[in-house]
């Protein structure tokens, strides 16, 4: 077990390939500093995109082999399952109890993720900014139960995930204005670039991101996304709002920076 105060970075997403989309180049970047990271995964996405004839409990089986090959292509040391069901994108529009995610007690789910941070000794947290970035039902519950678990466990360095809305706004379409579209909201995707306290180059790694977004081919069927020769231009940064101490993800900054300046 990691001593407190080594590097371990513990990554909440709510469902597989969140990590790979928001995270991956982060990941990766992570691990070839020599950093320990583990990916907590809220829910299996189980209702994600699957075909007609695919049982939900197939899709869940399948997306979980398919988030250990992405954990694995980005160097991730440990990928724990909260097995919570996932919510969709749309909730009921009367309340009841379906045992989705957004349902689960948020002190039963902050225990779950506190238990992690605990047992890794986690020197920082990363989750999703306040509204889930793009106010995902799913995103905003792991958002607070992160939050919740950083305060239990006593991880004073939180990073809250998060897309630069300006910086997007010139460039071509990334899969968050898609899914935007799906969840009908007031409020702007991501952060404003003068809220973002963390941006992170992740350019020499997005091979490793885009194979570990291919792995998620149940979902994702064009590894390029579409976009071919600007795939860098869309990806090739990872955004965070740091609540506390300067810490892990800004040292990576300026070690990035650093091997850049001498290339």
Not at 59 to 80: N, P, S, T, Y
Not at 82 to 107: I, R, Y
Not at 202 to 225: C, G, M, N, T, V
Request: hydrophobic share 40%.
């Amino acid at each position: 077990m990691p001593a407190r105060g080594d590097d371990t970075v513990v990554f909440v997403h709510a469902h597989p390939d969140d990590e790979a989309i928001f995270t991956g180049g982060t990941l990766a970047a992570l691990n070839d500093a020599g950093v320990r990271t583990v990916v907590v995964l809220a829910t299996s996405g189980e209702l994600g995109e699957r075909d007609g004839a695919e049982s939900i409990e197939s899709l869940r089986h399948r997306r979980r082999i398919e988030a250990q090959e992405a954990c694995d292509l980005l160097g991730v040391a440990r990928l724990v399952f909260l097995d919570h069901v996932d919510s969709g994108l749309h909730l009921p529009a009367s309340a009841g109890d379906t045992g989705s995610f957004v349902e689960a007690s948020l002190d039963l789910v902050g225990e779950q993720i506190a238990e992690v941070l605990d047992q890794e000794r986690a020197s920082a947290v990363v989750g999703y900014d306040d509204h889930g970035i793009y106010e995902h039902p799913d995103h905003i519950h792991a958002h607070r139960a992160t939050m919740l678990a950083a305060e239990l466990a006593g991880v004073s360095c939180r990073y809250l995930s998060t897309v630069d809305r300006e910086y997007l706004h010139f460039v071509e379409s990334h899969l968050i204005h898609r899914a935007d579209e799906s969840i009908p909201s007031m409020r702007p995707i991501g952060s404003s670039t003068v809220e973002i306290t963390t941006t992170i180059p992740i350019h020499r790694f997005l091979a490793e991101k885009q194979a570990a977004i291919a792995a998620h081919r149940s979902q994702i069927s064009d590894p390029s996304l579409g976009l071919q020769g600007s795939f860098g231009e869309v990806y090739g940064y990872e955004w965070y709002v740091r609540m506390g101490p300067r810490s892990v993800l800004d040292h990576l900054v300026a070690r990035l920076q650093g091997a850049a300046a001498r290339e």
